[in-house]
C-alpha cells in the first residue's frame, strides 16, 4: 500500500525515531509498504518517519545488484573517503542540494526477523545510507547542504 509521505515542514520529520524491538508482521507491512512507496516517487530510499512511523526503519534500492535493502536499527559503523555532488529528497520534492557525504560507509542492522548484518556501500549507496539514517535522527539533507542546486547544473536525479 502506498503511504502518503511527509513533506519538510512537518514537525514529525524533526522527531528522533524509536529502535524497533518487534519483528513481527506489523514491521513487515510497514516494510513492503515503506517500498511500495518508494518505488512509486521514483525514489532510491525513504525512511519510516517519512511516512509519519517513527521507528528506525529504512528501505533504499539504488538499482544496483543489492535490490531492495531493508535495514531495522540501522547505525553507521565506518565511513571512508569523501564524495561531494547532488541530493534530492521524497520530502523536499523540486529542490536539490549539493552535499558532502563519505564515499564508503558501513552500515550494522538488523534485518525483517531481527538478525543482524552488516552492509558496505561505495558511491551512490553510501550516500543514500547516510541520507536515510539522517532521517531516523531528524535531520534532513538541507541541513548539511553547502548550497541549492538549480537545474542548469543538475547532475543525478536520485530521490530519497
Ligand atoms: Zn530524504
Redesign the pocket.
Known amino acids: 500500500m502506498v503511504r502518503n509521505i511527509l513533506k519538510l515542514g512537518d514537525e514529525t520529520l524533526r522527531k528522533i525515531s524509536k529502535p524497533m524491538a518487534k519483528f513481527d508482521l506489523r514491521l513487515w507491512l510497514l516494510l513492503r509498504d515503506m517500498a511500495d512507496t518508494m518505488y512509486k516517487a521514483d525514489?532510491v530510499?525513504?525512511?519510516a518517519p517519512?511516512v509519519g512511523i517513527l521507528r528506525r526503519v529504512v528501505v533504499i534500492d539504488v538499482g544496483d545488484d543489492h535490490g531492495l535493502i531493508e535495514l531495522v536499527n540501522p547505525e553507521i559503523i565506518a565511513t571512508e573517503g569523501e564524495q561531494a555532488g547532488s541530493e534530492?529528497?521524497?520530502?523536499?520534492p523540486g529542490r536539490r542540494g549539493y552535499v558532502v557525504r563519505p564515499q564508503k560507509v558501513t552500515v550494522r542492522a538488523q534485518d525483517r526477523k531481527g538478525k543482524f548484518f552488516e552492509i558496505t556501500g561505495e558511491d551512490l549507496l553510501a550516500r543514500a545510507l547516510c541520507?536515510?539514517i539522517?532521517?531516523l535522527d531528524g535531520i534532513?539533507?538541507v541541513d548539511k547542504m553547502d548550497h541549492e542546486i538549480f537545474d542548469d547544473e543538475e547532475e543525478n536525479r536520485e530521490?530519497?
Do not use: N, P, R
Not at 88 to 92: A, D, K, N
Open positions: 525514489g530510499g525513504l525512511a517519512q534530492g529528497c521524497l520530502s523536499v541520507h536515510e539522517d532521517h534532513v539533507y530521490e530519497s
